[in-house]
Every structure is written in structure tokens, then in C-alpha cells.
């Protein structure tokens, strides 16, 4: 009877080791977006208010029916009066929807468009994009570069197809004759025929339709635009956006080998054990006496203060200020939320950039998903939301080595 029940115990850890797997796979598989469903339901023609420009642009937000559209700065230039048109579909509204230009850098050719009143938010069907985690970029991978194929009132998005490219260095740091900055971060491409007219301000997406930068002009290498400027000027302005991820074959196959072992090791314990063990008595907590009070003056003991560490700021805005840390703290540019703030001007430091928790004998930092990254002193770049331990006298920095933190206690 034992050994029958002990089999039915295997047999249903299996079913539901097996279960579990499929439902991740299908979860993450769900997650996966249609490529061409990218250019029907998100993105948009645009043009300037006089001129000729014009290009496209895409949906962003984090539900359907959406207020903001991304875009090259170059496609709606000239911007004289902080306006541009925005076209949902050339056959049913080929006059456009005149939009605001809330937000542009020229100097990365991004500009950020906000739909009037009575065609935003739920008065249209567009479909926000979703936004990759652009740490999972890497040379080698494919890319479709969307865009409306060419200006013309008889064209809908049904028409607009994408164009393969290949992705050949995935972090160059790249400026122009043109430029007043330097550009921290591109997506590079192969050469690719283009419509400049159509692609211009377009979204590039990964295998998942996941949007990882824009098209801009260049020459004479083509190059897009990182996504982690978008995702910086839509910060900026407190928009909030999707971030998802690709299918994770690693962490299935991780998963899988890990729930493998444990029916292993189930097994093993099914067949050996000959008869449950005595649960161990539990002492009970300690009770460590009190201190005497020698002057007999009837006084409570002294209780020890909690320990604490102190976070010292070496560069930057901060130079030379001193915080006691006893728990947690975030670090960053939105002084609502976080208890060391930089000024919400300062380039590099994300409104809530990371945060730093010591619990009374441990001290650790954690990315909190900031655009440009929070590092050792070592210049090795955290991953996000995974905590890192520091020692006493141990250094990180946000962004560059000009924003260094020491963690001593």
C-alpha cells in the first residue's frame, strides 16, 4: 500500500512539474508580438505643418487608445509653431489630426507628438508598442525596421509592410558634423533600401515586435536610434510606457533542469525512507539575562542602538554629503520618492535610478531599471532588480564615475 501511494506521489509531481513548464512556456510564448501587426495597429504617418517632411512614427503608452506618438525630429521639422500632423489612416482622414510637439532633441533627431483633444485616449484603436529589454541586444540578431510605404492617400495601414535588416554592433556610441552631443547609445544596421519617406521616425522592432530604437536618417551607414532615448524622453515627461521581454529559453531550460533534479532527488527519497523521523523539539527562543544594575537606581538596562552604515557621495552633485542608511534607500532624480535626490536636470541619473538596503550586517545595491545603468567600481554594469552585496569601503556609481557612492559601516 506504501509503495502504491509512493508512486502516485511521483506520477503527480510529474503531471504537475509538466504542467508548470507547458503554462510558463504559453505565458512567455503569449507575450510574443506579430511583427506585421506592428504596422496596422500602431503605427502612424506623419508630417510637418509646412514643408515638405514627413515620415512615420509609432503608439506608446501602456493601454490602447493612446495620447503620445514617437518620431523622428527631422520628419515634422520645421517645428516654428510646436506643431505637426498625425495621420491614424490616409484613406478615411487623409487632412491628418493637427498634434503638439511636447518634446524634441534635434541633436538625436526624437521628437515626442501628443494628439488633440477628441481623437486621444479612447477616441482611437491604436495599439501601444511594447518595448524590449534592451539588454538583451546583441550583434548578430534580426530586426524590421516599419514605416508606411510610401506618402499617398491611397495607402492604409494595411499596406505597410516591414524591412529585414541585421544588427552588426549593438552599443556604438556615435556623433555627427551636425551634432551638438554625442549620441551615448545607437543600434547600428546593415545597408538597407528604404523609402526614406516612409521609414523615417518608424519603430525598429526584434523577432518578438519589440521595439528596440527608431529610424533616423544618416549617411553614409544607416543607423537606428537605441530605444533607451525614448524610454528617457518619455521619463522625462512621465509617460509611462511596456517593457517586455523575449521568449526566455534560458530560464525554461533552467527551470526545467532544476524541477528535473527535484524529482530526482524525490525519488531517491521515496525509495530510501523507511519511516518518518520524530519532529525535532523546538527549545524555544533563548532568553539572554539582563545586565545587573550595580547602583541599584532601578533603571532599565540600556537596549544597543541599531546598527547603521553611512553612504558617502564622492563627485558630482553630491560631493562630499554623508547619509546614514538604516534599511533601504533610493537614489535618483525624483525627490518624492527617493531619499538621495539629484537635480531632476542632471543627464545620467534616471528619476528613481537605484537603490541601496543594509539590514544590519549586509549591504547590498540594486539597479531599479535605470536607462544608464548603475556600476561597480569595477565598471561592471548591474542587472536590473538583481541585488549586488557591497563590503564596508566597497564603491558603485550611476551612470558615469562622476556619480560614486561608498558604502561604509
Not at 506520477?11 to 504559453?26: C, D, I, Q
Not at 533616423?216 to 517593457?243: R, T, Y
Not at 527551470?255 to 527549545?283: E, F, H, S
Amino acid at each position: 500500500m506504501k509503495k502504491t501511494m509512493s508512486f502516485k506521489r511521483i506520477w503527480s509531481f510529474f503531471a504537475l512539474v509538466a504542467l508548470l513548464v507547458s503554462m510558463f512556456a504559453f505565458t512567455a510564448s503569449a507575450q510574443s508580438s506579430n511583427v506585421s501587426e506592428i504596422g496596422r495597429q500602431s503605427v502612424v504617418m506623419v508630417s510637418a505643418v509646412s514643408g515638405g517632411a514627413a515620415g512615420s512614427g509609432f503608439a506608446i503608452g501602456t493601454r490602447n487608445g493612446v495620447d503620445y506618438i514617437i518620431t523622428a525630429y527631422s520628419a515634422v521639422a520645421p517645428n516654428t509653431t510646436s506643431q505637426a500632423y498625425v495621420y491614424l489612416n490616409l484613406a478615411t482622414n487623409p487632412g491628418g489630426y493637427l498634434s503638439t510637439i511636447v518634446d524634441y532633441d534635434p541633436d538625436l533627431d526624437l521628437a515626442l507628438l501628443r494628439l488633440p483633444e477628441g481623437i486621444s485616449g479612447e477616441y482611437n484603436e491604436l495599439v501601444p508598442v511594447t518595448f524590449a529589454d534592451l539588454d538583451s541586444v546583441s550583434k548578430g540578431d534580426s530586426a524590421f525596421i516599419i514605416g508606411y510605404p510610401a506618402i499617398s492617400p491611397t495607402l492604409t495601414p494595411s499596406s505597410i509592410c516591414p524591412y529585414p535588416v541585421d544588427i552588426i554592433n549593438a552599443y556604438a556610441p556615435t556623433s555627427g558634423t551636425s551634432a551638438t552631443k554625442p549620441i551615448m547609445r545607437t543600434v547600428h544596421q546593415y545597408t538597407a533600401t528604404l523609402n526614406p519617406s516612409s521609414t523615417v521616425g518608424g519603430p525598429v522592432v526584434n523577432t518578438d515586435g519589440q521595439v528596440i530604437g527608431v529610424n533616423v536618417p544618416s549617411s553614409p551607414n544607416q543607423f537606428v536610434l537605441s530605444a533607451e532615448h525614448i524610454i528617457d524622453m518619455c521619463e522625462k515627461n512621465g509617460i509611462d510606457i511596456k517593457v517586455g521581454a523575449g521568449f526566455p529559453w534560458l530560464i525554461v531550460i533552467i527551470v526545467g533542469g532544476v524541477l528535473l533534479v527535484a524529482v530526482i532527488v524525490l525519488v531517491i527519497v521515496l525509495i530510501l525512507r523507511k519511516g518518518k523521523k520524530a519532529p525535532a523539539v523546538n527549545p524555544g527562543p533563548v532568553t539572554m539575562p539582563l545586565e545587573p544594575d550595580p547602583a541599584g537606581t532601578g533603571a532599565a538596562p540600556m537596549t544597543p542602538a541599531a546598527p547603521t552604515a553611512r553612504l558617502i557621495a564622492i563627485g558630482g552633485y553630491l560631493n562630499g554629503k554623508k547619509y546614514n542608511l538604516a534599511g533601504s534607500v533610493r537614489i535618483g532624480r525624483n525627490a518624492a520618492v527617493c531619499g538621495v535626490s539629484y537635480p531632476t536636470s542632471t543627464q545620467g541619473v534616471s528619476g528613481v535610478h537605484c537603490e541601496v538596503t543594509f539590514d544590519g550586517n549586509v549591504c547590498y545595491v540594486k539597479d531599479l531599471g535605470s536607462s544608464y545603468g548603475t556600476f561597480t567600481s569595477a565598471g561592471v554594469k548591474l542587472k536590473k532588480d538583481v541585488p549586488v552585496m557591497l563590503r564596508s569601503g566597497d564603491k558603485f556609481y550611476l551612470a558615469s564615475p562622476d556619480n560614486t557612492f561608498e558604502i561604509r559601516f
